[in-house]
Every structure is written in C-alpha cells, then in structure tokens.
C-alpha cells in the first residue's frame, strides 16, 4: 500500500518569497505523483503530475516539483508566490494496475501575506 | 467539453434520512471514483467503478452506503440513514479508461450537512 505524508499543515510566505510545500511518499513500486490545489469551497484542479518521465516536473501557475527517489519526495517550490496562491495543496500518489485510486496526504494550507 | 459535473452542489438531511449524491464524468471517461473529505483532513478513497461494475470498494463504510455506475446516467452514492459524522465533502472523478498514469478530474463535490 501507498502513503503520503505532508510536513507541514499551515505554511506561511510573504507576497514574493519562494514557496516550498513539502511531500514524501511511501509506495513498494514505482508511483505515480501529482500535486492539486483546492480554493474554498470548491474542488480539486491538478497542479502538475510525475509519470516516471522527467524528474523536474512544470506545472500551471509557475509551480513545478521534483521527483528524487533516493529521498521518496516530490516538494513543490515556486519561487514567487502570489496573493492568488493562497489556497490548500494536497499532494496524492497512486501506481500502475488496478488499484488506481489515489491516495491523498493531509494537505497544507498555504497563507500568503502582503 | 465540460468537466466533471455533480449535483447537488449542496445537501441538507436530518438523521436517518437518505442522501443520494450524483456524478456525470468526463465525456468520454468510463471510470469514476468517489472521495470523501472530512473537515480538516484530505481525500479518503470510497469506490471505484466502471460502467455497471464496482472495481474497488476497499474504502466504502461496510453499512448504509452504496454505490453504482450505471450504463445510462450519472453514477450515484447513495447513504441510507444518515448521522452527523456523514457530514463532509463528497467528491466525484472521473478518467478516461487508457489513463495510463492514473490522473483524474475532480468535480466540485457535494457538501452533505446532516443535522
């Protein structure tokens, strides 16, 4: 079975400051990960995603995140945040056959101030 | 192309009534996966169907929730009497069926208040 773990749940960065969300994962086979943002109220819209192709991964709005095996982790960075960023972040990651659910971390609320 | 539709957006029951929670996916997309999302805390996985078959149904309560996709029609949740801890976001996905790499949309859920 697959797990994510989501250090942090409330992280806090100035209006154009770098934004680090942290991620790590357990999976006994190769995973795939994705990174979605969800507004109050409404549902999840996908960020960016880690098919086993390209390690550095680019997303929508200026976010990418890296996929490093060695240290099961897949951190989304984007290095100036926006008020509109404000939101919370889950990270989920599921594997190839037919267990496709995917498996969520507990998100992290992200504040940005001004 | 419209996305991953659910209704209704919100749901008001009172304790032992039923709530039936509805999903139309993706067009062209044959899977569908119901969430849950309590306050506070991330998507937990419920079902997994495809067309008229239930797939996975690992994280289904074992009693008063159900769940189907049926050929024609929207796949519906449905939970028979209801209690306060059903409380919580209900989210549907969908992905066409040759996702090789897993990836769903998600609808804007349903937000069940029982009171």
């Known amino acids: 079975a697959q797990s994510v773990t989501q250090l942090g749940s409330h992280v806090s960065v100035s209006e154009g400051a770098l934004v680090l969300l942290r991620c790590n994962y357990s999976s006994s086979v190769p995973p795939y990960l994705f990174w979605y943002v969800q507004y109050p109220n409404q549902g999840l819209q996908l960020l960016l995603k880690?098919?086993?192709?390209?390690?550095l991964v680019k997303g929508i709005n200026g976010f990418e995140a890296e996929f490093k095996k060695s240290e099961t982790s897949f951190h989304l960075t984007k290095p100036s945040a926006h008020m509109s960023d404000a939101a919370e972040y889950f990270c989920a990651v599921s594997v190839a056959g037919s267990a496709r659910q995917l498996t969520f971390g507990s998100g992290t609320q992200l504040t940005v101030l001004p | 192309n419209a996305g991953v539709m659910q209704n209704p957006r919100h749901l008001v029951r009172r304790r032992g009534q039923e709530a039936r929670l509805r999903c139309s996916p993706m067009?062209?997309?044959?899977?569908v996966y119901w969430y849950r999302q309590l306050p506070e805390e991330g998507l937990k996985f419920m079902v997994y169907l495809q067309k008229e078959n239930i797939i996975d149904e690992s994280g289904m309560p074992k009693e008063r929730f159900s769940a189907e996709f049926p050929k024609e029609g929207p796949s519906i949740l449905r939970i028979q009497q209801v209690v306060r801890g059903d409380s919580a976001a209900y989210f549907c996905a969908s992905s066409p069926s040759k996702a090789g790499n897993n990836e769903q949309f998600f609808g804007p859920g349903t937000r069940l208040t029982v009171l």
């Open positions: 880690y098919t086993s192709a390209a390690t």
């Open positions: 067009k062209g997309h044959s899977h």
